[in-house]
Antibody, heavy 114, light 107 residues
Framework: EVQLVESGGGLVQPGRSLKLSCAAS????????MAWVRQAPTKGLEWVAS????????HYGDSVKGRFTISRDNAKSTLYLQMDSLRSEDTATYYC???????WGQGTLVTVSS | DIQMTQSPSSMSASLGDRVTITCRAS??????LSWFQQKPGKSPRRMIY???NLAAGVPSRFSGSRSGSDYSLTISSLESEDMAIYYC?????????FGSGTKLEIK
């Protein structure tokens, strides 16, 4: 059974950093591109970033480019999102998703507030 | 960036009704269009991929179609469990972009 479990969310002050993790199981992690998608409270879905299966290619949404870094450790079957210079508008539930978004994690809430 | 214009933003329909939600792409996206269902407090669920392909485990009353740059999700006979917000997503070009969502309510 495919499982994606996010962790690392929480309350953080503006300007600070946070690193999210997504632990994958039930499939060969290194075979799939991965992505992060976020959803601000009561708002729609927003694609944040994607990474190729080997980790060599990354893409970012305009709202996070230069502040967020997506990475992966295929040996640990884990996806990461390093979030720096956080802003109040980054407050959202962050989901990791596999490949063509067939599978999603349960999400982890990030709240940016002083 | 490719814009996905989704309509309507909300709708109310009766059980058994045929329901159609549409996304229009601002550029050619071929068939790189997926539809997702999201219920309150839950993660999104992929319903349709490749514009017309039913995802695993999705009831056959759901279908996807394409007419030019217009993509549609149709529920042939609405059931109470279909109450949710539906989103389209284009994945042909980065940045990937979602439609703004359609909130489907049951009358």
């Amino acid at each position: 059974e495919v499982q994606l479990v996010e962790s690392g969310g929480g309350l953080v002050q503006p300007g600070r950093s946070l690193k999210l993790s997504c632990a994958a199981s039930g499939f060969t992690f290194s075979d799939y591109n991965m992505a992060w998608v976020r959803q601000a409270p009561t708002k729609g879905l927003e694609w944040v970033a994607s990474i190729s299966y080997g980790g060599s290619n990354t893409h970012y949404g305009d709202s996070v480019k230069g502040r967020f870094t997506i990475s992966r450790d295929n040996a640990k079957s884990t996806l990461y999102l390093q979030m720096d210079s956080l802003r109040s508008e980054d407050t959202a539930t962050y989901y990791c998703a596999r490949g063509t978004f067939a599978y999603w994690g349960q999400g982890t809430l990030v709240t940016v507030s002083s | 960036d490719i814009q996905m214009t989704q309509s309507p933003s909300s709708m109310s329909a009766s059980l058994g009704d045929r329901v159609t939600i549409t996304c229009r792409a601002s550029q050619d996206i071929g068939n790189y269009l997926s539809w997702f269902q999201q219920k309150p407090g839950k993660s999104p669920r992929r319903m349709i991929y490749g514009a017309t392909n039913l995802a695993a485990g999705v009831p056959s009353r759901f279908s996807g179609s394409r007419s030019g740059s217009d993509y549609s999700l149709t529920i042939s006979s609405l059931e109470s469990e279909d109450m949710a917000i539906y989103y389209c997503l284009q994945s042909i070009q980065y940045p990937f972009t979602f439609g703004s969502g359609t909130k489907l309510e049951i009358k």
